[in-house]
């Protein structure tokens, strides 16, 4: 991997553990998530319970409010990523520097994604730790995890692309969970129209793709999905900045 993209990633990382802000997401998603792997979890205990098997209760449940919570979340994370460096005047610097716009939008794009594996494997380690006492089916966390991986990536690149187009972080946020809803909730738009309509509507649905993974499902049109999603934002936010070093 190219040195730049490396370094500008690990820059972004000191970015993000010198603020307080990435302290107290870490902790709150943390947070939240575990009490969506206990109830679940005391609730299958029970000796009355008639619930399906530990994964499918516990850790898919887990999985699958751990996305939403991420979903929320995420704009507070990706606002600061290239709004503040506008706000500060130091986008001129970059943009002036021999960098190239496709190492400056892949290096960020890394930084914030690496940010992600980190709450991810700290989700993770809770439904692990039911490992010393009982049997999961390892297939289906793998499976839920590389497609929560694979949500926050895509996740990560429309907040990226957003960040590039103001000064302000917080139209940057706003506008970013904006498109976050809409791409989650339009598959609603669908449920009165055509099957072909609902299907296409369905298709665009940022979560639809990623029910398939909680059940332990590798889909080929998910995973495409998601990789398309990822590069398209990714390529407009280096049109973005291009065009930006190029007309000022």
């Not at 939403?68 to 506008?86: H, Q």
Request: charged residues 10%; proline residues 3%; aromatic residues 12%.
């Amino acid at each position: 991997m190219n040195n730049n993209i490396i370094l500008i990633a690990i820059n972004e990382l000191r970015r993000f553990f010198k603020s307080p802000l990435a302290w107290i997401i870490l902790a709150v998603v943390q947070f939240l998530v575990a009490i969506f792997f206990y109830v679940p979890l005391v609730m299958y205990l029970q000796p009355a319970s008639t619930a399906a098997g530990l994964t499918d209760t516990v850790v898919s449940t887990m999985y699958g409010f751990a996305a939403y919570i991420i979903l929320i979340i995420s704009p507070l994370l990706t606002m600061r990523l290239i709004s503040e460096e506008r706000q500060l005047g130091t986008i001129k610097l970059l943009l002036s520097s021999p960098i190239s716009i496709t190492e400056i939008v892949l290096g960020k794009f890394l930084g914030i994604t690496i940010f992600y594996l980190l709450i991810l494997l700290m989700i993770t380690l809770m439904p692990l730790s039911l490992l010393f006492g009982t049997q999961l089916d390892l297939g289906q966390i793998a499976s839920s995890l590389v497609g929560l991986f694979l949500l926050t990536t895509s996740i990560a690149s429309i907040g990226l692309f957003l960040s590039s187009l103001t000064n302000s972080p917080t139209i940057s946020a706003v506008s970013t969970f904006g498109i976050l809803l809409l791409l989650l909730i339009i598959k609603v738009g669908g449920t009165n129209a055509s099957s072909m309509t609902a299907l296409i509507f369905s298709y665009i649905s940022i979560d639809s793709h990623y029910n398939n993974f909680l059940t332990g499902l590798f889909n080929s049109a998910d995973i495409f999905y998601y990789i398309i999603l990822t590069t398209f934002f990714i390529i407009l936010c280096i049109w973005r900045l291009d065009a930006e070093r190029t007309y000022g």
